[in-house]
Nanobody
Framework: HVQLVESGGGSVQAGGSLRLSCAAS????????MAWFRQAPGKEREGVAR????????YYADSVKGRFTISQDNAKKTMSLQMESLKPEDTAIYYC??????????????????????WGEGTQVTVS
């Protein structure tokens, strides 16, 4: 039974920073693709960043490049998202997602929700 649990959301002023974490269990961690998505009120869920857990290659949406950094700790089976220079438009529920397939990470945008079989319940990030 795969479980993804996010933590680290909260409220911050514009220009501030937050760090999100995702703990994975029941998941073969080191040959897959893991990602962060977000969903703002009234908008579709969108991919933010992803990491190929085997190679460590990372990919970012244009809207967060240079501000967000995705990383992983293979031993702890955790993935993190360091968010800097936050903007009000970053306000959303942030979801951790995992795919069984490493090749998903190499797909061109837009990143499809359906490519990820496992999801966390989300954590709220509010930037004011």
């Amino acid at each position: 039974h795969v479980q993804l649990v996010e933590s680290g959301g909260g409220s911050v002023q514009a220009g501030g920073s937050l760090r999100l974490s995702c703990a994975a269990s029941g998941y073969t961690y080191n040959r897959n693709c893991m990602a962060w998505f977000r969903q703002a009120p009234g908008k579709e869920r969108e991919g933010v960043a992803r990491i190929a857990t085997g190679s460590g290659n990372t990919y970012y949406a244009d809207s967060v490049k240079g501000r967000f950094t995705i990383s992983q700790d293979n031993a702890k089976k955790t993935m993190s998202l360091q968010m800097e220079s936050l903007k009000p438009e970053d306000t959303a529920i942030y979801y951790c997602a995992a795919s069984r397939y490493a090749w998903v990470c190499a797909l061109s945008p837009p990143w499809r929700v359906d490519d990820y079989q496992y999801w966390g319940e989300g954590t709220q990030v509010t930037v004011s």
